[in-house]
């Protein structure tokens, strides 16, 4: 047994690491040894082939490394096949592996401290493409519950760690021939979870590598800034408008303004300032962060990362020469200054035409110093960039010779970028740090920096990211608080909290569910986080997650009135959203809805915002303590702010069932309401929706009547098999239909087993004045999910589903008038990723992202919930799409248990009715404007358990009067525990 060991040692700093090595029962030259490496906290254990043998917690005896991987310590790529070491020894300090070929061999030396121990590379004997030099599973969950803590940090650039720090579940690192085997480094920690973040602020304080920030990382939850909320400044924070901003930010309780550039505030990339709005330039700015900072208020700087502005001094009047392309081209024809069409000697049969904010692709080609923008290309001989616009942006047209290289530029969110390891990509980082400490921001938001990947692919988009983020904090003056739109290992060190999210148009209170949830899974990608029900009850309820850092919701803004895909924010949406901010001391950031101007078109707003400064004002003041924190980050459970007669704050738990009525003769005017409190007088909001014209109206649109089944493409999750088969059964109303049938074996979690049939339209469609959906369906009563999804292309509604669900509940057939966009429900299952480019938009698509009904070019019809072993075939007649209209109810009324409440009131769709008590009903408009004060008639009782209640109105003939109705129940105040 060969063992390296470090005693009890106090370490302080890498100068005073010391290891000594002791060989048990044989010399350490003898190859069937297996290694022992350890300090005080934890040991590893290797085989003499390399196998991991145990990763054990020293205190408390725990083995913890994951034995169902059977796996090794270490591997290399060669000649893109992945080889498995085969041995491996431990002399003197110095690791030795062998893989296999005696021609492939790596040396690591190790350095060991009380509490962690440093890999570093020193010799690697072949030309490989890659060393995964640190391999250890692990079986714990990186969550806060977790009694011992493992991680391994990245000591410099060229190192690759997989897993975010703090809290890892797999130990990995890995080197690239690209950017430099030898030296790569990790610092590997095995402690008690509370010494983690002491041990990591020891270990960075001493590297050499790495530019030092005391406001991120480790450092993150000791300062009472990263726990702020701000606001986003788009260009209207000025010398004279701070007063107003000031104002804004005390209005919400907030602290901090975000200056996000682009448009006419600044320039990305070459950072050049409205010189109108701020005279003097960057120096006027700093006057307004003066002021700010007087009010108590930070500023952050917040731009694009390396991206570029197409206006910017990079771009116009002349081009810089390392502006980052996808490919070159040789010129094969002579181009004079009005040549609309540039031939070229290699194919441009991999070009596409498509272009989009979020669509990695461009239409410009750099030739000397003038930009071209084409139209079109040819895919066969002569190759030819076609319909070329001369000198864009400003640049100088010019003669070419054939010979002279285009360049076909790289483009993502309208802007361009640097090449790789360029001059180009160095300055903007430069320039960003100078900016920040000529200023005096207190902070950085590398927004767009999830773009990494179109600087040098997908495979090198962590190094790249990285060594601009190492850039700007190398040049930096003084360290400052840091965020960015995505997370690598490397930029956790210089993160302040965790993670602002785009902002939800639907389904606002899941949607915050699946944001905490994401934010403290290790798995975590922006929006690309696809966890079921029980993750997410299970994630968003912890204290915190793996990284342990202070987290923060939004960028929020409050929605109105806006069907049938925006949903309008409601006063219980907002005490959802401060409850988490409460329960996880989370900051909010917001986007908008905070303005004079706002507030006055839209009254709602201005009450929502009062809530927010309420909960925020407790929030900062850590007014309650951890045992009401922790009741209120319970996943899905709802509370109501309210102060007792002495003026103490306090909660009480809060139901707010909400249900949708589809006509006065549908089922669904009524239902069961279950009553988790005391018996109590019910509370409601009232909800006219919008309904659809009739299913033979003559200006609905036939989607599909199901005569050409084979126009459906489909796919299917792992062991579902099925798909549409003609039929000869007709719907009541005599109309064709179709057989969807399918069956799911098991080897796909219920909950994940889809089916999904595709029919594209081409030309796409117009739907801008049918937005609604009609169609029969017969049901089978087997329980599972139908779902009809419109989509626009992906570079036009940045992949929006527009989901319709109908659960299969039922048996015989019934008409589905489907309006709104699925929203709450859709995380009730598990869905593929989409197919484009892009998918790191999975939770958008559904909560935030919109179709554009205007340019419909698919439509899908899904299974998912398929039960396993059983055959399910559902009966669908023609789909149509169908305008909507808006309706007016009269005298609504709610009967619960026999006994009646009348509102007399006319309502239109958009309206609400807020009733709290017979002294507290009100209507208001589809803007939150308050419009007239309603008597009830009549009172209701909500009983404890289960309520029979029904919805009825005086409605129109012609259509189905929908309506959306909540009752609202209330139980007895928290109390500490």
Request: with cysteine; glycine share 8%.
């Amino acid at each position: 047994m060969i063992l390296l060991r470090m005693y009890s040692i106090t370490a302080t700093s890498r100068l005073t690491m010391l290891f000594l090595l002791f060989i048990q029962f044989a010399s350490c030259q003898i190859p069937d040894e297996n290694i022992i490496i350890e300090n005080n906290s934890f040991k590893y254990g290797i085989g003499s082939t390399g196998k991991n043998l145990y990763f054990t917690d020293k205190i408390n005896g725990i083995d913890y490394l994951d034995m169902e991987e059977h796996s090794f310590s270490a591997s290399v790529m060669k000649e893109g096949k992945e080889i498995q070491v085969t041995k491996a020894t431990l002399d003197n300090g110095l690791l030795h592996y062998e893989f296999g070929d005696p021609s492939i061999t790596a040396d690591l030396r190790l350095t060991i401290a009380e509490d962690h121990i440093v890999f570093t590379v020193i010799a690697m004997k072949s030309e490989v493409e890659n060393f995964t030099f640190i391999n250890v599973p692990l079986t714990i969950e990186g969550l806060p519950s977790d009694q011992f803590a493992a991680c391994v940090l990245s000591m410099n650039l060229r190192t690759h760690v997989f897993q975010l720090p703090a809290l890892q579940t797999h130990l990995k690192a890995t080197s690239y021939q690209r950017f430099g085997i030898e030296k790569s480094e990790v610092t590997m920690l095995g402690v008690p979870q509370k010494e983690i973040l002491p041990a990591i602020r020891n270990v960075m304080s001493n590297a050499e590598d790495l530019p030092l920030s005391s406001k991120g990382g480790a450092w993150a939850k000791l300062s009472k800034e990263n726990y702020g909320s701000y606001l986003m400044n788009f260009g209207t924070l000025t010398k004279e408008t701070v007063p107003e901003w000031v104002q804004m930010c005390k209005d919400l309780g907030f602290n901090q303004i975000y200056n996000h550039g682009g448009q006419k505030f600044f320039k990305f990339g070459g950072f050049e300032l409205d010189s109108i709005k701020w005279p003097g330039g960057w120096d006027n700015f700093k006057q307004i962060n003066k002021q700010l900072h007087d009010e108590g208020i930070s500023s952050i700087f917040h731009t694009y990362a390396f991206f570029i502005d197409k206006q910017s001094r990079y771009v116009t009047p002349v081009p810089r020469e390392d502006l980052g392309y996808f490919n070159q081209f040789t010129l094969e024809e002579p181009i004079n200054t009005k040549g609309t069409e540039i031939t070229i000697k290699e194919s441009t049969a991999d070009i596409t035409m498509t272009t989009g904010f979020a669509v990695r692709n461009s239409r410009t080609i750099r030739i000397g110093k003038e930009l071209i923008e084409f139209s079109g290309v040819t895919k066969t001989p002569p190759y030819k960039f076609t319909g070329c616009k001369r000198g864009m942006h400003g640049t100088t047209t010019s003669s070419y010779m054939p010979g002279e290289k285009a360049y076909h530029l790289r483009e993502l969110f309208g802007l361009f970028l640097p090449g790789p390891d360029t001059p180009l990509f160095t300055e903007i980082a430069k320039r960003t740090a100078e900016i920040v400490d000529q200023v005096d921001f207190d902070g950085i938001y590398f927004d767009a920096i999830d773009g990494s990947d179109l600087v040098a692919g997908q495979e090198n988009s962590w190094y790249y990211g990285g060594k601009f983020v190492l850039e700007v904090a190398k040049h930096l003056k003084r360290p400052v608080r840091m965020w960015m739109s995505t997370m690598t290992h490397h930029w956790w060190h210089y993160r302040s909290s965790w993670q602002a999210w785009d902002r939800p148009t639907r389904g606002y209170k899941r949607f915050i569910d699946i944001h905490l949830a994401s934010m403290k899974d290790r798995r975590n990608k922006h929006s690309l986080w696809r966890g079921n029900t029980a993750q997410i009850n299970k994630l968003a309820a912890s204290k915190n997650g793996g990284l342990l850092l202070p987290l923060e919701l939004g960028w929020w803004a409050h929605q109105s009135w806006n069907p049938p895909q925006v949903e309008p924010t409601f006063p219980d949406d907002i005490e959802y959203l401060g409850a988490k901010m409460i329960g996880n001391n989370a900051g909010l950031s917001m986007i908008g809805g905070f303005d004079q101007k706002t507030l006055e078109e839209i009254p709602a707003f201005q009450r929502l915002n009062s809530i927010i400064r309420q909960y925020e004002n407790l929030r900062q003041s850590d007014y309650f303590d951890e045992s009401i924190r922790k009741q209120l980050r319970e996943t899905g459970k709802e509370f109501t702010l309210f102060q007792d007669e002495d003026e103490n704050w306090n909660f009480r738990p809060a139901t707010y069932h909400k249900h949708k009525v589809a006509g006065l003769s549908h089922q669904s005017a009524n239902w069961t309401v279950l009553n988790e409190y005391g018996t109590q007088h019910v509370k409601l909001r009232i909800e006219p929706l919008m309904s659809v014209k009739a299913f033979d109206d003559p200006s609905n649109v036939t989607l599909t009547d199901f005569t050409m089944p084979m126009d459906f493409t489909q796919e299917a999750a792992n062991g579902v098999s099925g798909g549409l088969a003609t039929s000869s059964e007709k719907t009541t109303s005599g109309l064709p239909s179709v057989s969807f049938h399918a069956t799911s074996n098991g080897d796909s979690p219920q909950d994940a087993s889809w089916k999904k049939m595709e029919k594209k339209f081409d030309p796409i469609l117009n739907l801008e004045k049918n937005q609604g959906l009609g169609v029969w369906v017969k049901g089978d009563g087997n329980g599972q999910l139908l779902n009809l999804r419109l989509e626009s292309p992906y570079n036009i509604s940045h992949g929006a589903w527009g989901d319709h669900f109908i659960k299969i509940d039922f048996l015989g057939w019934k008409y589905f008038e489907l309006i709104e966009i699925e929203s709450s429900e859709f995380s009730k299952y598990i869905w593929p990723l989409p197919s484009y480019s892009n998918p790191g938009s999975y939770v958008y698509n559904t909560y935030r992202n919109v179709v554009s009904f205007n340019k419909i070019d698919k439509l899908q019809i899904w299974y998912n919930n398929l039960p396993i072993g059983i055959k399910v075939n559902v009966m669908i007649g023609p789909i149509k799409a169908i305008p909507l209209v808006s309706t007016t109810i009269r005298n609504p009324s709610i009967t619960i248990g026999g006994e009646q409440i009348v509102f007399p009131v006319s309502m239109e769709s958009g309206m609400y009715l807020e009733y709290k008590s017979a002294k507290d009903c009100k209507l208001y408009g589809p803007k939150g404007e308050f419009l007239r004060d309603v008597v009830p008639i009549g009172s209701v009782l909500l009983k404890s358990g289960k309520n029979k209640v029904s919805f009825n109105c005086d409605g129109p003939k012609e259509v189905n009067p929908r309506v959306q109705v909540t009752c609202i129940s209330e139980g007895k105040p928290l109390v500490k525990y």
